[in-house]
């Protein structure tokens, strides 16, 4: 298990980062929700570890976990389906995945039902890459390709079917996925030759970028839309019987959100390093302001009605799912937490 450590600021060279950081001391205290008494600790898993979770790492580094009395274990799940393993099975309470899980699951035989208690992120954030530098990109451009996707019926290769079919490419048809490729295996597949296009998170993409591997073509959550793509997931048992602890975690969001949202992203590279050792402080930055460039972060952690139910058409239009198996938002959804926390 990994615990969260703390990561120091180091000077800012501008007033505004200068202002920016000072915000972040002072964060602490402002009024919060009283914190839980004694400390009641939490078995945490995120599906991977990326660029795209910054708030949940700032939350963590900047002790606003601490504030609300949370004791947070982290453990990196490497993949959504895995993540609603340890959850179903017990071996963790709350989880960071992609929302189509739970839709699976709520259809499925399993007597433990997880609920989605709050969103992080707004949207899709893998980057579509090309192995050679393409002057103006058009999706067209990738009929007859081989594309580098994620795993079956994984919100990754949903998304990424949904921005084909948008822009007329059949992703049965006009393209060939390799599907089969390890999340810990992609990037090196990549390398070894595999794909003429891929999708990849941050830091990853970046790294393929800065090493001459690959060229930055498309956001796939701007095509999309804004469609929840993670969220914070427990079951309903737990939820039931942890009210206090699920509210303290969801005010814990929210308040990382909003301060993500108000930060430069320089700013916030200091505070999440200790999260990616070994890499260079501006990469990280570099990473942060292209996530925000395409609003990929939730202002809110309210997960809505109307984002299940694309994501639904979605499932669907991917045939991951049959069209008289949609679940009611209610079954997968509570918001009574991310609705207190606003």
């Known amino acids: 298990m990994q615990d969260a450590g703390e990561s120091p600021v180091k000077s800012l060279p501008s007033p505004r980062l200068a202002g920016a950081a000072l915000l972040a001391l002072l964060a602490p205290l402002a009024a919060q929700a009283e914190a839980l008494n004694p400390p009641v600790k939490v078995r945490y898993e995120e599906v991977v570890r990326s660029i795209l979770y910054v708030p949940k790492y700032v939350a963590l580094s900047q002790g606003y976990f601490k504030d609300a009395g949370?004791?947070?274990?982290?453990?990196?799940?490497?993949?959504?389906?895995?993540?609603?393993?340890?959850?179903l099975s017990g071996s963790a309470d709350i989880v960071l995945i992609g929302p189509e899980a739970s839709i699976y699951v709520q259809n499925s035989e399993s007597p433990v039902k997880p609920r989605i208690f709050a969103g992080l992120t707004a949207t899709d954030g893998f980057f579509l890459l090309s192995r050679k530098p393409v002057e103006k990109f058009d999706w067209s451009m990738l009929k007859g390709k081989e594309i580098i996707g994620f795993r079956p019926g994984s919100n990754?290769?949903?998304?990424?079917?949904?921005?084909?079919?948008?822009h007329g490419v059949d992703p049965q048809k006009d393209v060939k996925l390799l599907n089969n490729i390890?999340?810990?295996?992609?990037?090196?597949?990549?390398?070894?030759?595999?794909?003429?296009?891929?999708?990849?998170?941050?830091?990853?993409?970046?790294?393929?970028?800065?090493?001459?591997?690959?060229?930055?073509v498309a956001s796939v959550g701007h095509e999309v839309g804004?469609?929840?793509?993670?969220?914070?997931?427990?079951?309903?048992?737990?939820?039931?019987?942890?009210?206090?602890?699920i509210q303290a975690w969801t005010d814990v969001v929210?308040?990382?959100?909003?301060?993500?949202?108000?930060?430069?992203?320089?700013?916030?590279?200091p505070q999440i390093m200790s999260f990616f050792p070994g890499m260079d402080q501006a990469a990280v930055t570099e990473a942060i302001e292209r996530y925000k460039k395409y609003q990929i972060w939730?202002?809110?952690?309210?997960?809505?009605?109307?984002?299940?139910?694309?994501?639904?058409?979605?499932?669907?239009?991917?045939?991951?799912?049959?069209?008289?198996?949609?679940?009611?938002?209610?079954?997968?959804?509570?918001?009574?937490?991310a609705r207190k926390a606003q």
């Open 156 to 166: 990754p290769l949903v998304f990424l079917e949904t921005a084909l079919r948008k």
């Open 182 to 216: 390890g999340i810990p295996a992609r990037a090196g597949a990549w390398m070894a030759g595999q794909g003429e296009y891929g999708i990849f998170l941050e830091p990853e993409a970046g790294e393929l970028v800065r090493n001459g591997k690959g060229y930055i």
């Open 226 to 245: 804004q469609v929840d793509y993670t969220v914070f997931t427990a079951t309903d048992k737990y939820i039931r019987d942890n009210p206090k602890v």
């Open 254 to 269: 929210a308040r990382a959100e909003k301060y993500v949202q108000d930060t430069p992203a320089a700013a916030l590279t």
């Open 298 to 337: 939730k202002r809110t952690p309210l997960v809505t009605a109307e984002a299940m139910n694309q994501l639904q058409d979605m499932l669907v239009a991917s045939a991951v799912m049959k069209d008289g198996a949609r679940v009611k938002y209610e079954d997968v959804v509570v918001t009574d937490f």
């Open 70 to 87: 949370l004791e947070v274990s982290m453990k990196t799940s490497q993949g959504t389906d895995k993540g609603m393993t340890a959850l």
